[in-house]
């Protein structure tokens, strides 16, 4: 903040704003902030970027895209180490063999089962693609 890197503050900035907002919806309904609260704000945080990014970019506004990137760098800072695709396909895969899931029907147990054992360390899109490729029945 002494640096007076205006990018980094204002995104942590927001990010404090909004672990505020989901502090005080979750104090309305009895309950307290806990870490898995404030990394799902983190995630969702960092999903905005990612698709505002894209937007700009389809847009043409490589100004505004630059300015979302540099949030993003400093959320992801925040969150812990992404896995690698051939390691969420590992994690599908052991899934899969512990539920049993033979079709796409079974796709909701298995990604119960993923999204408990990644745990934010890998984006539910991804996840929700490679499970439902590992379902699908092979021509």
Known sequence: MKAKDTDKLAAI?????????????LREGGKEVNDAEV??????????????????KSGGRTDLADKEEQELKVLLGYLPAQLS?????????????EVGATSV???????KGVTAKVAGRADNKMV???VKAALQPQK
């Not at 995630?43 to 990612?50: F, I, P, T, V």
């Not at 695709?85 to 063999?97: P, S």
């Open 39 to 56: 990394l799902g704000v983190i995630q969702k945080m960092a999903k905005q970027r990612r698709d505002s990014i894209e937007q700009y």
């Open 85 to 97: 695709k051939e390691e969420v396909e590992k994690v599908v895969t052991d899934v899969i063999n």
């Open 13 to 25: 900035r927001f990010l404090s704003a909004a672990i505020k907002q989901r502090e005080i919806k």
């Open 105 to 111: 029907k079974q796709m909701g147990a298995v990604m």
């Open 128 to 130: 929700s693609e490679l």
